[in-house]
């Protein structure tokens, strides 16, 4: 079974300062997506990044961007210029090709602090 | 465009009761899921369907049922509730031909239910 691991529970950076999210995850398959959701105090799951195994290239969404490293099973989110909105948990995912579900890690509590 | 929708919003129940949480969505996905995400925890697939009339168990499917008799409609039968049912319960919808999401496909989520069993 795949398995997603966030080793980071919670973190605190200043406004403007960079953060790096840690997640790694063990999987057989040689195919997959991995997915960051962001989900502020609104309960709401929203979407951040996406990335595909077999693109080499790391995805990158504005101030947010990704270090994909398929060979250590690692996937971790960075955050440029940090923002008082990017204060949320944030959920690493992965998801087998074929297997339309998403297996979550535990969540990092990130706070932006004025 | 109201995508995914869950009620009730917020409930509590007393041990043994039943319930059942609605999710409906207006986008024409073919599948949908329900998770519930415990307090400081990650969420947990409980049941998922890849179209109606069909369903499968997730992680944690024990205590729950679901039905999928229409395309829009997924809702979650909570029979004999207990304390460890206490959690927010998601519930998600996504669009796939095949075997695979496309390339920009992704799930899209309701508001969630809080649900308390005391």
């Known amino acids: 079974a795949q398995t997603v691991t966030q080793s980071q529970p919670e973190m605190s950076v200043q406004e403007a300062e960079t953060v790096t999210l840690s997640c790694t995850y063990d999987t057989s398959e040689n195919n997959y997506y991995l997915f960051w959701y962001k989900q502020p105090p609104s309960r ?4 951040v990044i996406r990335q595909e195994a077999y693109k080499q290239q790391n995805a990158t969404e504005n101030r947010f961007s990704v270090n994909f490293q398929k060979a250590a099973k690692s996937f971790s989110l960075k955050i440029s210029d940090s923002q008082l909105g990017d204060t949320a948990m944030y959920f690493c995912a992965f998801m087998t090709q ?12 990130l706070t932006i602090n004025p | 465009n109201a995508g995914v929708t869950q009620t009730p919003k917020f409930r509590i129940l007393k041990i043994g009761q039943s ?19 415990d307090p400081g925890m990650g969420l947990k697939l409980i049941y998922y369907s890849v179209g109606a009339g069909i369903t499968d168990k997730g992680e944690v499917p024990n205590g729950y049922n679901v039905s ?10 909570l029979e004999l509730a207990a304390p460890s049912q206490t959690s927010v319960y998601f519930c998600a919808s996504s669009y796939a031909t095949g075997a695979t999401w496309a390339t920009n496909e992704k799930l899209f ?3 969630g239910t809080q649900l308390s069993v005391l």
């Not at chain 1, 709401?44 to 979407?47: A, D, N, P, S, V």
């Not at chain 2, 319930?19 to 995400?37: G, K, S």
């Open chain 1, 98 to 109: 074929g297997a339309q579900k998403l297996v979550f890690g535990q969540g990092t509590r």
């Open chain 2, 19 to 37: 319930m059942t949480l609605q999710c409906t969505q207006d986008m024409n996905h073919n599948y949908m899921y329900w998770y519930r995400q």
């Open chain 2, 68 to 77: 999928r008799s229409t395309t829009e409609d997924f809702p979650l039968r």
């Open chain 1, 44 to 47: 709401q799951m929203i979407l």
């Open chain 2, 109 to 111: 989520f309701g508001s």
